[in-house]
């Protein structure tokens, strides 16, 4: 949420209501306050504002560097720490459907900026500025789990998160609340801070003061929820109070010369005040929340009573939702009263993801993904992982009432992806395990212990992503490994268009990161950038965020920790040994010249080959050398060298050298693999691919309803 111009005014009509403050300081004179001097200072932190300021990584565009960003988060957390203050963190948890339409102005408005991305990198090979920054897929997700790694108290809302936020510093006394959206000014709540104007190293920031605004507005706290509403917010569209804001701008212009009417957004603000002033004056027994001498529709009333009420943190006219209220279930009826406290306590302690959502509000979103609408050969992440979606649905929701005379309960989907209004959300019907034991109970999952518990977990995880046979690798490599094994499995079922150098950049980088260093990672120079290898990096870390739900869903067989991204992925590395695979870069050289990590690379290859060979899916070789040199020559041109050997370890990169080695080499197969396969040893390198019928690419009926000419396979 936010209110319409008002921190603007506040910051230049209004300065004094804007004061720079210590919150090292702040908190000193918080503990001196209060009765309880033994406990730190609480601040309450907005997690979703901060996301862009934490976001500090050089690179964002590759997916994402996340061993950088967990030394940021742990840095930051630090400071804090050390200056004696207690930090209490708040994620957004779901959208309120009243906020729906604003969530999808906003979805449709980053639509438009990740097309101008994908434009930027096809034509300058590089990645854009600032002006077209956009934060890596899942941020907001993996943060929560981060910061309750490094042992922080995380909140994920039920509600709308900034009225929770408000709640909890109120009931608990905290010194303030540190975010960057204007609600705060009018809760009556605590002092707030901004994030966007925090000087870390020194502890400063801005303190909009609520106090200063009301006595330069000449406006009680008590009226400041109706002023917001008559500005507009999220609850009350700007348009709904046109009328109210153009009579109150008159009658301001009216009894104000020019001179001293300030720029047109102050006068907003000053207009609009001395209207709710003057409403008051004229209705002293006025005791409900709008004045009876505010004349309205009754629709655009109700609606302001209702943007009203979203302000009140307390009393018999308080939002009726919060952390004490009964527990909201769309599917109620199916499921005991354990199952439903258990679900709403793991996601509001920010353990869980996605469960909470499908069974407690049938609905589920996803944000915007780097995704290129140009680009008919990968598909979206939205049709990449419907399959195993529909597997944690069926986890979740399929038991023993239905059978095949009653239609399964559908979920909601608000997904963002090309071709996508967002005008309805696609109802996508839950599919059954593939398993041929009953299907486990939520309350053998989530409850019950013992080793025979624990297998059924693990192969109801592994189900859902169609890998069963990866379990006997469980305990043999590191879970993050099985993790990162599982997923691009995963992906190389589903993506007809998925070759075996884009395998081999998977998992060499997953198994090499491992043993790269922050610094390391830090030094990583790409020659150019590759706008499918950017939407490849995408599509992995969303990737990871669906196996955080499965494994919620499976009663958490694996440690969240182990499908972390910065545990498997690194955007800039991953893109290294993208255009390292497609050049035909030995296999040696692929693995950093590491004898272990080759030897595990080929065996975890083998493990996929197996897999996909069962289901009858052969990956073919497509080296796009001639592509990457192309872009290679436009970036530099025939002979320069970029004075960096850090990328690739051959101490050459001028196009040249890129030529002569891709001829050479056969596209990274040493010459005892490519012997081996010549006998008939693998089926990795130069199978024919058959593309999957149509069918596997539509969405079937009562599912999505949209099928756009890239959801299907080529030449059809």
């Given at each position: ?285 006025q005791t409900g929340l709008i004045p009876q001498a ?232 790409l020659p150019f950038l590759c706008s499918r290898a ?183």
């Amino acid at each position: 949420m936010g209110v319409k111009g008002l921190q603007y005014f506040m910051e230049r009509c209004c300065p004094e209501s804007c004061v720079t403050v210590n919150l090292k300081e702040i908190a000193m004179q918080h503990v001196s306050k209060t009765s309880d001097n033994s406990s730190s200072p609480t601040l309450v932190v907005d997690g979703m504002a901060c996301l862009r300021h934490w976001y500090s990584c050089k690179d964002w565009v590759c997916g994402g560097q996340w061993k950088e960003y967990m030394s940021i988060l742990r840095r930051w957390v630090e400071t804090f720490t050390s200056a004696g203050i207690h930090l209490v963190f708040f994620f957004d948890g779901m959208v309120e459907e009243n906020k729906r339409h604003e969530w999808v102005k906003r979805r449709r408005r980053v639509n438009g900026e990740v097309s101008k991305i994908f434009r930027y990198i096809k034509l300058h090979r590089a990645q854009p500025g600032k002006d077209l920054f956009s934060l890596p897929s899942g941020l907001a997700t993996f943060t929560r789990f981060a910061l309750r790694t490094l042992g922080q108290d995380v909140f994920c809302s039920v509600q709308e998160a900034d009225y929770e936020i408000a709640c909890y510093a109120h009931r608990h006394g905290c010194m303030g609340i540190l975010g960057q959206d204007s609600d705060f000014i009018i809760y009556d709540s605590v002092h707030y801070f901004s994030v966007a104007k925090l000087h870390l190293d020194r502890l400063t920031t801005v303190l909009y003061d609520q106090e200063r605004l009301c006595r330069a507005i000449e406006l009680d706290v008590s009226q400041l929820p109706l002023l917001a509403c008559l500005l507009g917010n999220d609850v009350v569209p700007e348009k709904c109070m046109q009328v109210i804001r153009n009579n109150a701008m008159e009658a301001y212009r009216k009894s104000y010369d020019t001179a001293h009417s300030g720029a047109p957004q102050g006068q907003m603000v000053l207009a609009v005040s001395q209207y709710v002033n003057s409403l008051w004056g004229r209705d002293k027994e006025q005791t409900g929340l709008i004045p009876q001498a505010l004349k309205l529709p009754a629709a655009n009333r109700k609606l302001l009573e209702k943007g009203i009420c979203s302000y009140l943190l307390a009393g018999p006219e308080a939002r009726p939702k919060d952390a004490q209220s009964p527990i909201p279930s769309t599917f109620k009826k199916d499921f005991s009263p354990e199952i439903l406290k258990a679900c709403r306590e793991r996601h509001v302690s920010a353990e869980g993801f996605m469960v909470y959502n499908v069974l407690c509000e049938g609905v589920v979103e996803c944000s915007n993904s780097l995704e290129d609408e140009e680009d008919h050969e990968l598909l979206p992440q939205a049709f990449v992982f419907k399959s195993c979606r529909q597997r944690i649905y069926g986890l979740l929701l399929l038991n023993k009432r239905y059978d095949n005379t009653v239609e399964p309960p559908a979920i909601r989907e608000w997904f963002v992806y090309p071709g996508n209004p967002l005008k309805e959300p696609d109802m996508v019907l839950p599919v059954p395990l593939d398993n041929p034991c009953e299907q486990p109970s939520l309350e053998l999952l989530w409850f019950s212990s013992g080793p025979d518990v624990s297998t059924i977990r693990l192969m109801s995880f592994l189900s859902i992503f169609d890998c069963q046979e990866f379990a006997n690798l469980y305990g043999v490599i590191e879970d993050s490994l099985l993790v990162a094994l599982c997923l691009i499995t995963y992906i190389a079922l589903q993506v007809p268009s998925l070759c075996s150098e884009d395998v081999d950049a998977y998992l060499s980088q997953a198994v090499c990161l491992r043993l790269k260093s922050l610094q390391e990672l830090q030094q990583i120079k790409l020659p150019f950038l590759c706008s499918r290898a950017v939407q490849l990096g995408s599509l992995y870390v969303r990737g990871l965020s669906y196996m955080l739900g499965a494994n919620c869903a499976s009663g958490c067989p694996l440690p969240n920790t182990a499908l972390m991204p910065w545990q498997s992925f690194d955007g800039q590395f991953f893109h290294s040994k993208y255009l390292l695979a497609h050049r035909g870069t030995d296999q040696m050289l692929l693995l950093d010249k590491n004898a272990a990590s080759l030897a595990l690379f080929l065996q975890l290859r083998e493990k996929h080959v197996e897999v996909c060979k069962k289901k009858n899916r052969v990956l073919q070789s497509r080296s796009r050398t001639s592509e990457l040199e192309k872009s290679y020559t436009t970036c530099y041109g025939d002979g320069h060298t970029d004075g960096g050997d850090n990328w690739q370890d051959t101490g050459e990169t001028s196009a040249g050298r890129w030529r002569r080695e891709s001829n050479q080499l056969n596209f990274g197969y040493s010459g005892a693999n490519l012997h081996r396969e010549r006998k008939g040893g693998s089926q990795y390198s130069h199978p024919r691919f058959h593309p999957p019928s149509s069918s596997r690419w539509r969405p079937s009926r009562g599912q999505y309803q949209r099928a756009p000419r890239w959801c299907q396979p080529p030449g059809t």
